[in-house]
């Protein structure tokens, strides 16, 4: 269980976090070089792939194939997490978890940014200021709902060994799994900001790979848990405030300190400043979208040697 008092970062200075910074700018690196940039990276033949072969330059059809492929690439890769951790190790397993993640979640991101007003335009209620004002309330409380696990970033980026945590304090009173009630915050903001049928169906695959992961997760903690979590699983909900209200959690008199987590503070600055770079994905976007196919990558002299 997650103890306030005994929440310790340690220096910035110190080793784990030098490995912290040294580990997270390592696989950046590698999804910069081998996914993102189009000369040595694979991303942009991915991409094309999906467009040309697959959806035959409908963006919607390219959208639902990064909406089945991304739920089967993570939570695929989590649900064997017990099976790969024993062949390779718990921090050599969150690197395969992690790249393939990030380079469809990189991808995907480009793509919806650049699409996002594709298809039929069912409304748009963007230029109400109170719209406006009131979607960015409801994203930016959207990146509060993370499951506690997100906290300890040295743990996400495999600097201490990856555990299957059993949570019940913080967020976990209110809802069982915070991120799905996060992204179907996040996803409704941003659907009443692009009243599109592209965005509707990027984000209700959104939504539902994170309902499918709110069985998975129950399904995984069981697992590694057993009785412990089903009776933190009968003492919580999936829906906000459920168990609450239905008397099966009672909220300390001190909740209040379960909430005030240090990360939060880089999660508001995040939250904040991915707002005012809006812009800046944007033309981002473009000059992915521009920048077009640059077949190939920095691995092509490396695949013919294996044919």
């Known amino acids: 269980m997650y103890n306030f008092d005994n929440e310790k970062w340690g220096a910035l200075g110190e080793s784990g976090w030098l490995t912290f910074f040294a580990a997270v700018g390592t696989i950046l690196t590698a999804v910069a070089v081998l996914w993102i940039y189009p000369p040595t990276g694979y991303g942009d033949d991915f991409v094309s792939f999906l467009e040309n072969d697959v ?3 409908n963006s919607h059809l390219v959208t639902l194939a990064f909406g089945i492929l991304f739920p089967i690439v ?22 395969i978890f992690a790249f393939p993640s990030l380079c469809l979640a990189y991808s995907w991101i480009v793509y919806f940014i650049s699409h996002a007003h594709d298809g ?4 748009d209620i963007s230029h109400i200021s109170w719209v406006h004002g009131l979607a960015w309330i409801v994203n930016f409380a959207s ?6 696990s997100v906290y300890n970033l040295k743990e996400v980026a495999a600097v201490e060994k990856p555990q299957i945590h059993l949570w019940e304090t913080g967020i976990i009173r209110i809802t069982r799994h915070p991120q799905y009630v996060g992204q179907a915050m996040w996803s409704a903001a941003h659907l009443a900001m692009v009243g599109t049928s592209f965005t509707a169906l990027t984000m209700a695959l959104l939504v539902g790979h994170h309902a499918f992961a709110c069985w998975n997760g129950d399904r995984r903690l069981e697992a590694a848990h057993g009785e412990n979590f089903l009776k933190i699983k009968e003492r919580t909900s999936i829906i906000p405030f459920q168990a609450i209200i239905e008397g099966r959690q009672q909220l300390p008199k001190d909740y209040y300190k379960e909430l005030i987590r240090a990360p939060f503070v880089l999660i508001a600055v995040g939250s904040i400043g991915a707002y005012f770079a809006h812009p800046y994905m944007q ?10 196919l640059v077949p190939g990558g920095i691995l092509d002299d490396f695949f013919l040697e294996l044919n």
């Open 55 to 57: 959806a035959r330059g």
């Open 74 to 95: 993570h939570s695929g890769l989590a649900s064997l997490r017990p099976f790969g951790e024993k062949i390779v190790g718990a921090r050599t397993w969150r690197v």
């Open 120 to 123: 039929i335009q069912f409304y």
């Open 143 to 148: 990146f509060l709902f993370l499951y506690p």
């Open 283 to 292: 033309a981002g976007a473009a000059l992915a979208r521009n920048t077009g």
